[in-house]
């Protein structure tokens, strides 16, 4: 079945057309969750945010843009929400308990890679939230750019621009960690 048309089911109530969507966009929403949450736990409780945000509001799609567009926003705004969420909390626990966030290991990531990887995703975690999101989109979500401005609502130049801050912000931190890595 159709987008359009499982979506319209679902504004109308229709559960197995909520189920036939759900498995087909859950790993999506849930891996772009994990991208910006970088917690597996929180990444599985956006994940039922997303969708149960979508049951309700269905019938408010209007179909100007993809229906997997408006999923990634969605995903995205629910993660900027609880990344906000956790910095009030963490800044009401600082004098209670200063913990630093653990190091994140995303598990798709092979045993050999685990280590550059957390050292990745602890840099991405420090780039600006316009640049972050470009980056998970075009860079690990594999999404074309021209799909990446329409999700984040701006033109495929900002988007571009986007990109080029966040991999210069990358590649300082990365050159500092690494020194001696050779250039290409």
Known sequence: MQDEALISKIAQGDETAFNQLYHKYAAMVYNTALSYIQ?????????????????????????KSSLKTWMYRITINSALNQIKKQKRHSFVQLNQDSKEKPD?????????????????????????HQQKTAFI?????ELPRKEVAEIMETSLKAVESLLQRAKQQLRKKLESRFPNRRKS
Do not use: C, W
């Open 39 to 63: 917690d597996t736990a929180l990444a599985e409780e956006i994940t039922q945010d997303v969708f149960m945000k979508i049951y309700q509001n269905a019938h408010r799609f209007e179909g």
């Open 104 to 128: 994140f290991e995303h598990p798709g990531v092979l045993l050999e890679n685990k280590e550059n990887a957390r050292l990745l995703f602890k840099h991405i975690e420090s780039l600006a």
């Open 137 to 141: 989109l075009s860079y690990l979500e």
